[in-house]
């Protein structure tokens, strides 16, 4: 559920060159992980929730027991929750998450499966009915798989936009599509933007300054409509992409830059993600299996 690769797509609306975040260099692994677990305690504004247990897979039916396990692992930590499909279990997240009092963004997940996209905007649309929405993602980085064609997918945001007239409706992609699909912008109530430095190479020292610039392209792009990032993050675990490394002083560093950032400039990030999941490998390699705060076993990580 996060782009791969490198992309040369950045408009510097903005100049932060100069702004790297907080300077860790004197700081030990010790050091980082108690001002990690500080800035996790001052909470967070969203999460991506991560539903698959080792073992499990997309495809599998997952009950409300497990949804609810992890809905209040996460609930002392954040006000929003983010999912990504409205089928196969999914469903539960909306309903317990509001039970709990948190907010949602509710995600119908879109592919070249079309009869799959008929139940995925069929219950998108019942859960918004009923009240559990308070923002509907229409499909998530289908235009960068290629997966549909812009037109289809705008009649999938058109149909949910007219039948949930009262819900905020967006689309999920990476931060540069909304520049290259003007039609996505004007559709859409509000931008959801993906924003990853680490897929596109980019050392930690200057990941902070990276995010930025992805955030305040997307801003250009949305043309004085809101803009969230819906998914950044940092694995702890696995291979390089070019300098971007994986390791735990780096997902340390990169999770507080980015929430202090947040804070501060009154950005919405959904971090990506909660738990580690073992699935993930086969999409993005082993580095995929490790972008969670909290590890496979719903232990906190640091």
């Given at each position: 559920m996060s782009y791969r690769g490198k992309h040369n797509y950045l408009v510097n609306t903005t100049n932060y060159s100069g702004y790297r975040g907080k300077d860790f260099s004197k700081y030990s692994l010790e050091d980082l992980k108690?001002?990690?677990?500080?800035?996790?305690?001052?909470?967070?504004?969203?999460?991506?929730?991560?539903?698959?247990?080792?073992?499990?897979?997309?495809?599998?039916?997952?009950?409300?027991?497990?949804?609810?396990?992890?809905?209040?692992?996460?609930?002392?930590?954040?006000?929003?929750?983010?999912?990504?499909?409205?089928?196969?279990?999914?469903?539960?997240?909306p309903r317990i998450a509001q039970k709990h009092g948190l907010k949602n963004m509710v995600g119908a997940w879109l592919s070249d499966d079309l009869e799959k996209n008929e139940q995925e905007i069929e219950a998108l649309i019942q859960l918004g009915k009923q009240g559990y929405?308070?923002?509907?993602?229409?499909?998530?980085?289908?235009?960068?798989?290629?997966?549909?064609?812009?037109?289809?997918?705008?009649?999938?945001?058109?149909?949910v936009k007219e039948t949930l007239p009262d819900v905020a409706v967006g689309y999920v992609d990476a931060y540069y599509e909304f520049s290259r699909h003007p039609e996505l912008v004007e559709i859409s109530d509000i931008i959801l933007s993906n924003c990853y430095p680490y897929w596109e190479g980019c050392h930690i020292d200057d990941s902070l300054n990276h995010m930025q610039q992805m955030f305040y392209q997307a801003t250009k792009a949305a043309k004085g409509k809101k803009v969230i990032i819906t998914e950044t993050g940092w694995p702890s675990k696995g291979g390089s992409e070019v300098a971007a490394d994986s390791n735990e002083e780096n997902a340390i560093r990169y999770f507080i830059n980015t929430q202090k950032w947040s804070q501060k400039d009154n950005v919405d990030i959904f971090y990506f993600s909660s738990f580690d999941e073992s699935w993930?490998?086969?999409?993005?390699?082993?580095?995929?299996?490790?972008?969670?705060?909290?590890?496979?076993?719903?232990?906190?990580?640091?």
């Amino acid at each position: 559920m996060s782009y791969r690769g490198k992309h040369n797509y950045l408009v510097n609306t903005t100049n932060y060159s100069g702004y790297r975040g907080k300077d860790f260099s004197k700081y030990s692994l010790e050091d980082l992980k108690s001002q990690w677990k500080e800035v996790l305690n001052q909470g967070m504004h969203g999460i991506c929730f991560s539903m698959y247990e080792d073992g499990q897979e997309p495809g599998d039916t997952i009950t409300e027991e497990q949804v609810e396990r992890r809905i209040k692992i996460l609930k002392p930590y954040t006000k929003w929750i983010r999912s990504f499909s409205c089928i196969e279990g999914n469903e539960h997240i909306p309903r317990i998450a509001q039970k709990h009092g948190l907010k949602n963004m509710v995600g119908a997940w879109l592919s070249d499966d079309l009869e799959k996209n008929e139940q995925e905007i069929e219950a998108l649309i019942q859960l918004g009915k009923q009240g559990y929405i308070d923002i509907a993602a229409v499909g998530n980085e289908v235009l960068y798989r290629n997966e549909l064609t812009l037109e289809q997918l705008l009649a999938y945001i058109k149909r949910v936009k007219e039948t949930l007239p009262d819900v905020a409706v967006g689309y999920v992609d990476a931060y540069y599509e909304f520049s290259r699909h003007p039609e996505l912008v004007e559709i859409s109530d509000i931008i959801l933007s993906n924003c990853y430095p680490y897929w596109e190479g980019c050392h930690i020292d200057d990941s902070l300054n990276h995010m930025q610039q992805m955030f305040y392209q997307a801003t250009k792009a949305a043309k004085g409509k809101k803009v969230i990032i819906t998914e950044t993050g940092w694995p702890s675990k696995g291979g390089s992409e070019v300098a971007a490394d994986s390791n735990e002083e780096n997902a340390i560093r990169y999770f507080i830059n980015t929430q202090k950032w947040s804070q501060k400039d009154n950005v919405d990030i959904f971090y990506f993600s909660s738990f580690d999941e073992s699935w993930k490998t086969g999409d993005e390699g082993d580095v995929g299996a490790y972008w969670g705060v909290w590890d496979k076993n719903e232990k906190l990580k640091f």
